[in-house]
Structure formats: structure tokens, C-alpha cells
């Protein structure tokens, strides 16, 4: 059971992370703006998703879009690394 659940599903979790992490920062490049990653404090508010979330446009908030650029390649890179290798865990 243990391989079924660090290594299939951290993989497939991690894969559709992945796509959704290259989906936002692919829009973020196109449209040159991106909203802003972590604004849900509640459970409630990350289940329904009714509090807009701030947009940051590259023309007028360029220091903030970057900030959340790379934050979006960071995780993309980090979804990347599990799918690949899939969930490390220690042995004893």
C-alpha cells in the first residue's frame, strides 16, 4: 500500500500540478497579467472561491508580477521534479 500512495498518486497529483502551475504562468506570459497566488485564508474561501483575487498587470505592477512569475515557475519546477522522480521516503 505504501508504494501505491508515495509513488502513484504523489506522481499523478504532481503531474496535474504541473500542468496547472505551466497553464497559469503560460497565461501570465501571454496576457501580462496574473493574479495573485495565496489570498485565501479559510478553508471555506478556498472551497467556493468567492474573494476576488488581486491582478497584477506587468505594465503597471512589474516588481509584483515577477514576484508572481517565479513563484509559479518555482512550483512548476517542484511538480516537474516529483513527477519525474516521484515522493522520496526515508527507509527506517
Known amino acids: 500500500m505504501k508504494f ?3 509513488e502513484v498518486v504523489a ?3 504532481a503531474a496535474y500540478l ?3 502551475c505551466g497553464r497559469t504562468l503560460w ?3 501571454v496576457e ?3 493574479k495573485f497566488f495565496h489570498t485565501h485564508t479559510d478553508v471555506m474561501d478556498w472551497l467556493l472561491d468567492w474573494s476576488p ?3 497584477f498587470h506587468r505594465d503597471t505592477a512589474p ?10 515557475a518555482v512550483a512548476l519546477l517542484a511538480c516537474f521534479i516529483v513527477a519525474i522522480f516521484g515522493w ?3 527507509s527506517s
Open 4 to 6: 501505491f500512495l508515495y
Open 53 to 55: 483575487r488581486p491582478i
Open 63 to 72: 516588481v509584483r508580477y515577477w514576484m508572481e512569475m517565479s513563484m509559479q
Open 32 to 34: 501580462r497579467k496574473i
Open 18 to 20: 504541473c500542468v496547472d
Open 88 to 90: 522520496f521516503q526515508s
Open 11 to 13: 506522481r499523478l497529483v
Open 27 to 29: 497565461q501570465g506570459f
